[in-house]
């Protein structure tokens, strides 16, 4: 499984948009490059998934460039309530399939 | 979306004493189960995979006999501590999928075991 690189920490001021980019050089062909949310004591929560170019959903932008080699999450707007850990997980599609999380990135949105 | 619940939320026990977690796909089947043991300010670490109707598979450095699961439905998975000391205090989630229309896993809320 493809090993990703995230920032630590990213801290932030409400209202503003917050890009957090994941490295994943072996990405394989098959690899799709899924996005989580977990806020403490609660389990991961999807955000997004994509494959290559942009994908946009109602709560997240996800930019992959051609070479796939890194994304980016993009968060438009953070608000407090966006305060969590987000990981970046890089596999095989479909349900069964095993994830390996990295050390995610904590963000902390403040006033 | 998949609703996954996990019982109990919190859990206390003595040292020795084993405890049995349960992980139930609410409204869908699934065929494929994962637990993960997470520590405080650490990520998820994925034990163990749950196939249903079939031995669960370990990853590595994770002892079978201590941490056993059981997932003989298609819509429960059980993971049992036995022994459990307090290094084994730590924050269990499990994962379930097996709906090939979706493409993500749904995860529980967790349970917290703390062992005295």
């Known amino acids: 499984l493809a090993k990703t690189t995230q920032p630590i920490s990213m801290d932030s001021y409400e209202g503003q948009e917050v890009n957090i980019t994941c490295s994943h050089n072996?990405?394989?062909?098959?690899?799709?490059i899924t996005w989580y949310q977990q806020f403490p004591s609660q389990g991961p929560r999807f955000i997004i998934q994509?494959?290559?170019t942009k994908v946009t959903n109602e709560v997240a932008s996800l930019f992959i460039p051609a070479d796939r080699k890194s994304s980016t999450l993009s968060l438009p707007r953070v608000s407090l309530s966006d305060t969590a850990v987000y990981y970046c997980?890089?596999?095989?599609?479909?349900?069964?399939?095993?994830?390996?999380f990295g050390t995610g990135t904590r963000l902390q949105v403040t006033l | 979306g998949a609703v996954v619940s996990q019982h109990p939320s919190w859990v206390i026990c003595k040292s020795g004493t084993s405890v049995k977690i349960e992980c139930r796909s609410l409204?869908?089947?699934?065929?494929?189960m994962f637990w993960y043991r997470q520590f405080p300010k650490q990520s998820l670490m994925l034990m163990a995979t749950?196939?249903?109707?079939?031995?669960?598979?370990?990853e590595q450095g994770v002892e079978k006999d201590k941490f056993l699961i059981n997932h003989a439905s298609l819509t429960l998975s059980t993971l049992t501590v036995t022994s459990a000391h307090p290094e084994d205090s730590s924050f269990y989630i499990c994962?379930?999928?097996?709906?090939?229309?979706?493409?993500?896993?749904?995860f529980g809320p967790g349970t917290r075991l703390t062992v005295l």
């Open positions: 749950s196939n249903e109707g079939s031995k669960a598979t370990y």
């Open positions: 072996n990405i394989a062909t098959n690899d799709y």
């Open positions: 409204d869908f089947q699934a065929t494929t």
């Open positions: 997980l890089v596999g095989g599609t479909g349900t069964a399939s095993k994830l390996t």
């Open positions: 994962s379930a999928g097996g709906l090939v229309i979706f493409n993500e896993q749904f």
């Open positions: 994509g494959y290559k």
